[in-house]
């Protein structure tokens, strides 16, 4: 069974952590600390810190905390550090407290705390708030359709049946998964009952986090051509040419919607493996060095679902392809960043 703290003996616990990690006495660390409205603390140890505690290892109520932190340290002292405690710090909750500037430890062992005269960084504790039993895992392949659809629509609320005729799923799984997207603050509901998602960046960064961690079964090999983008245009002609279904993803998707930079690996989505004839007449050769080709077949058909076809090349949805720019390389990272400028603008509100 994993540890749970009511919030008396988180702050026990901070006092505790944050004694220890800054070399002071517990007792001297409290004699120096006031409270505050809202149930932080204001701390004097030459630098005033400001402290704030989320009791959630969600990422949504991470955030929100990093956020009115920030803008609580600003009212009482605009050179004050603010100092976000958690039970753990996930990679996104981390990225989130950057966005804010926002110092953080968790009661794991885990820190990063940058101030005048002081630096702690600390990474690699495991978490000991783990969750008892297997919640519903909101980004594997099925699951992923809702989320897709969410981010495809966002601002825009629907009722659940609804959602389940267009992802093609069961009414009482997209149920499930609506309750704990619910529990993690990443949904919110209309009078009516209708949902939509109320953090579509930070619902975005986590499915793209979850995904990187997986591989999906797929063939690479070589095809002569000259360029990325020439091997691309090839495909998509040799695939429409055999009435094959196909989607470009990652780079060579990015490059369809931006024609942000030069890329050399195409990765294309298939709903199943091409037959040999077919290959042969591509000219490719199965190999993994050297390669430029990427043949993936999805473990889900849901990356098929809103295909658009820019510069006549079919391609996954902006979402999709931003989440796979995950697994490449490249300048993926760059391209990843101009498909969020283009495509996937959504106000820091939406939050």
């Not at 002071?24 to 505690?53: C, H, N, T, Y």
């Not at 783990?130 to 919640?135: L, M, Q, S």
């Amino acid at each position: 069974m994993s540890a749970r703290l009511v919030p008396e003996r988180q702050w026990n616990a901070a006092f505790e952590h944050l004694a220890d990690l800054m070399g002071m006495e517990e007792r001297v660390l409290r004699e120096r600390a006031k409270p505050i409205d809202g149930g932080g603390w204001v701390l004097w140890s030459g630098v005033k810190f400001v402290l704030a505690q989320s009791q959630s290892t969600a990422a949504a109520p991470m955030a929100a905390a990093a956020r009115k932190l920030r803008q609580q340290a600003n009212e009482i002292d605009a050179q004050a550090i603010p100092i976000l405690i958690v039970p753990f710090m996930g990679d996104t909750g981390k990225r989130a407290c950057g966005e804010e500037q926002v110092n953080w430890f968790d009661l794991c062992g885990n820190a990063h705390i940058v101030a005048p005269g002081l630096r702690i960084h600390i990474e690699g504790k495991p978490n000991r708030f783990k969750t008892v039993g297997r919640p519903v895992n909101l980004f594997a392949p099925r699951s992923a359709r809702l989320v897709r659809w969410l981010l495809i629509h966002a601002g825009e609320a629907v009722r659940q049946r609804e959602l389940a005729r267009t992802t093609e799923l069961d009414e009482g799984f997209v149920s499930r998964l609506v309750n704990r997207l619910e529990s993690e603050e990443l949904v919110e509901r209309e009078d009516g009952g209708a949902v939509l998602a109320k953090n579509p960046a930070l619902l975005l960064e986590l499915w793209r986090e979850a995904e990187g961690k997986t591989r999906p079964s797929m063939v690479t090999g070589h095809v002569a051509a000259r360029s990325g983008d020439a091997l691309l245009r090839f495909l998509a002609d040799a695939f429409r040419d055999a009435e094959l279904k196909y989607a470009a993803t990652g780079l060579a998707a990015a490059w369809a919607y931006t024609h942000f930079a030069a890329f050399r690996t195409t990765t294309l989505y298939l709903p199943r493996e091409p037959s040999r004839a077919f290959l042969k007449d591509l000219g490719f050769l199965e190999d993994s060095r050297g390669a430029n080709l990427r043949l993936v077949i999805p473990r889900d058909d849901g990356v098929f679902l809103d295909l658009r076809e820019p510069d006549g090349i079919r391609c996954v949805h902006p979402v999709q392809a931003y989440v796979d720019l995950k697994s490449e390389s490249e300048r993926s990272e760059e391209a990843a960043r101009r498909i969020r400028e283009e495509y996937l603008q959504w106000s820091r509100d939406d939050r």
